[in-house]
């Protein structure tokens, strides 16, 4: 395999240069994902049936610790990958770390805004409205989870393998995805709870 | 319904009990056969385990070929149903099933498996590279549409064939209307495959963005190729949507949600929307490859360059764009109003444009040119005028105000077999034909070939020309019978006689591939069609690493100059060359994937669980593994060159 | 060669057949509204033909000209890249035939969307058309009825027909009056509709509805004023009432005959429009 070493480890092969591609080509594929659950929650937003609207179960607590607790660790994802390329190992398993805790803490809040939801009726049945609800919300917290295994995985190899151009390529590509699902919440903080709220 | 009720077939006759043990029986036949004759670890080294993209595209093709004869049978169960007025070979439930899975089956586990076994076979040799960007992700994508085609396929002997329609609309797939499992096999052979699908469209975009050969700019690509590059793109946009939908659709049948349902705000023709905003632009995803191959062949025969090529490339870009903008004409009689159906009136009817610009270019590549009528040529003329009947109805179904009347009808029937059979079966049948000798080292017989092509294309015409007469007069598409007084009878026999036909044509291509096997000369060289693309630059069959060495390529027509204009198609000394190593964990995965399919049709859900930590667990083993794959030594490569030269 | 007799044999059959004694049911209209669609029909098919007939001849052309077999050995084709102003052409043929099925699209779009020409004096006569599995009610609510899987109207006025539907996704047609439109669960669409002179006509669900599909179908009688008037009079003189209790019964999965009541389903069981529609369904 030939190293270019005039390029940043994760770009420094051309099967890393590939692997990078490939995954911002999957991240074209995500937005649609995510768009097109946006559109159908603005088409069912108020099928509310004989269920609650969003003003009536929204809390707005809950959602900004959410935020910027994702919006932190979007910061420490990034700080991580600028770690890494000036090559300090330990302070990018640092910041991968608190990047992932962050995950989990976020995940958390989550699960407790799920409970508080369907606690006061307004759960995956309820109407078209909680469906689309959930399920948005659902699949953003299923890509976080998912980010969670995915990030401990590469901390793990990181720390045994140490930064290998291999290495520093999944966490580039882990530092994409994660970037991605912070985007994905600043529009479910904005058209889901701001406009829902007001 | 109690639980073990749900495995039942809802409504049994003979000939599903017959299929039942026909199935069980081949099954075993296969075990024996394969123990018999100790092919077990041939088969799992050479073909379940390969990464190898030319392996892959057999595999798919071989796959599509089953499909096709799948569909085929229950195409001509519609047909000989309809065939006579109050007939009662089906009853009405038997016959919903058998129109929905002919739809599914040929679309998704039919077409799209045909078109993407070329794109394996043929993109990498055609830009000069040793695989796909991501062999293994290949392999996964193949094994997923695979088990996501089985899982459909042992639909109609355990519990139930989805009775929707393929386009399965909502509230009539829910469950208040669909008690059987059916819909859930639905959605779940589509979410795997399309996963599969969707895989597919990320590899081949990375692979001719970055894996060119050295001189090939992406305006020297080889038609094929754009067409393969236009087309992922549009899986990549389009397949989301798609699984979104599906997996709303789940939710409602599963856990109760309202989606779709038509109480507490659900919404019916969401699911109408979202599945034509992926099934709109699906349709070109069939078909745009096979313009591809149209386009290869065409220029092979007529012994000339493609004519205005750029106009080509530029036709298919905006195709594909005006594919995502047109779904609407699938429901101009949802009562959307005068102005929305215009505008979609508009975007549909345009088109055909770009579509009327690739049918003129092909026909000006025959002019002043060579033409010989070989099978694969036969079929791309063919495809030309019995395409432009289909596709002119196209624009009169375009016109809203008239859709009215065509929509649902039988008119609407013939127009999209009028399109996808000249566009996409023929263009597969001539793509067979042409690559055939690349795959395999030898021709199939052209006599049979000629037959085989005159009964498909002319009972193309008898079957589906009289179903534009039935349409317009008033008969409804679905409906599983009809009463003498209508007058249908006499459309619907003359459509039953060129069924037979169809399956007489398709029976002898069958045979031909029997009899080539048997007879056909195996001393045809590379290049046994004079063709023009660096795929038949390499030896056939084809050594797994493709090239020996990367060729230059100083046109969209490499080897054709190198063959006459002494362009230099390789330079330098050969290389060892890296290689990826086999696996068996795509089809691992895949096998767990049709488990954990299968229990959530039947809401099993402690098998659910394990299945989805296995599906984790593999994913997990991928994260972990090192593997750097293998090198070919530059002796290997000369013993290998040596001995294909040599043959 | 063979073939392209073939081709238009088959292409001269069907224009016989089109214009031939026995007209297709679309094409025999008995309305303004179905006369546009017709109209619009038989116009685009001669267009196209023409577009059809284009091909067929550059085709044909082209395959007996420069067959290899009608050459000499050492012949090579040129090779051509292509030529703007003949690709020009090719761009703009079709553009303007587009452009003009467009205009006659977008024309016709609102003359089938709005009241009939020729109706626009009297008030239309708006009908009920729901659908459930597998079979049509119409309700009158001017005269205070209602049938099953029957039709009747009068030729003088316009017919506003508002459709829904009890179960999954239907169509209302009647080809010889007009194109067809959706009958949804959670929204009213409507459909306008005449009928120029009596007689009677078939009327279906287009849209695939589930196991009784092909049975789903009703007949429409067209009559004059006086004779509509006097047919509400002798239901209302001999039909039972509608019950909310019997409608339920009637909604369930199945086929029936035809049936005749006085009184409609709307006041206990109304159309899913206005405050009825959509979004507050799931509070009845």
Redesign the interface.
Known sequence: MKIDNSLPLEYSTEENQTKILGFWIFLGAEIMLFATLFASYFVLVDRTGSGPTGAEIFEITPVLIETIVLLTSSFTIGLAIHAMRIGNKKAMMAFLTTTLLLGAGFLGVEIYEFVHYVSIGAGLQTSAFTSILLLTLGTHGAHVTFGLFWGLFILMQVRKQGLTPETANKSFIFSLYWHFLDVVWIFIFSFVYLKGMM | MDFFDRFAVPHPSPAIYASMVAIGLTVVAIIAGLTYFKKWGYLWREWLTTVDHKRIGIMYLISALLMLFRGGVDAIMMRAQLAVPENGLLD??HY?EVFTTHGLVMIIFMAMPFVIAFMNFVVPLQIGARDV??PRLNALSFWLFFMGAMLLNISFVIGGSP???WTS?F??AGN???ESVGTNYYMFALQISGLGT?IT???F??TI???RAPGMTLMKMPMFTWSTLVTNVII??????L???L??GT?DRL?????F??????????W?N?FW?WGHPEVYILILPAFGIYSEVISTF????L?????MVGSMVIISLLSFLVWTHH?F???Q??LT??IF??TT??I??PT??K???W??T????????TVPMLYS??F??IF??GG??G??L????????Y???MFLVAHFHMVILPGVVFAMLAGLTYYWPKMFGFKLNERIGKWAF?FI??NT?VTF?PM??SG???Q???????SESTGFGIWNMISFIGAIGLAIGFALIVYNVYYSIRYSPRNIGSDPWDARSLEWATHSPVPEYNFAQVPHVNSSEAFWDSKKNGHVLYKGELEKI?MPNNSGMPFIMACIFFLWGFAFIFAMWTTVIITTIGI?ACL?HR??EQD?GRYISVREIEETEKKLRGA | MKRKWFFLTVVFTIITVLTGCEPLTVLDPKGPQAQTQANDIMLSILLMSFIVIVVFVLLVFMLVKYRASKQSVDYEPPHIEGNAIVEAICVGIPVLIVVFLSIVSVQSNYKVEARPVGYEDKKPLVVYASTSNWKWHFSYPEENIETVNYLYIPTDRALEFKLYSYGPITSFWIPQLGGQKYAMADMVTTLHLAADAPGEFMGRNANFSGKGFAENTFNVKAMPEAKFNEWVKEVKETAKPLTEEHFNELIKPGHLGQLTFTGTHLDFSPAPEGENGGHNHGSK
């Open positions: 009405a439930q919903n960007a991501f009775d929707s329609g609309y509230p009539l208040e209307f669909s969707m469209g990320i590899n975009i990375t963005l970055k894996m990549v946009f389009a397949f989301p949507v699984t979104v939908a997996l709303m939710m856990f109760a949600t309202n989606f349902t038509t109480a507490n705000g659900g919404m019916d023709m969401l109408a979202l905003v007529a012994r000339r360059n004519y205005g090529y750029k106009s429901f009689t949802m009562g109003g005068a159906n215009s009136s508009i009817m345009a055909a444009v009327g610009v049918i003129f270019n026909l000006f025959l002019w002043k040119g060579k033409i010989e009528f003329i063919g030309i005028p432009t009947i002119v109805t624009v009169m375009g016109m809203s105000a008239a859709d009215y009347q929509h649902n009808t005159w294309s002319i015409l020309m534009f007469i317009l007069d008033g409804a598409r679905r409906m599983y019978t009809y890296h984790f997990a994260s972990f750097h």
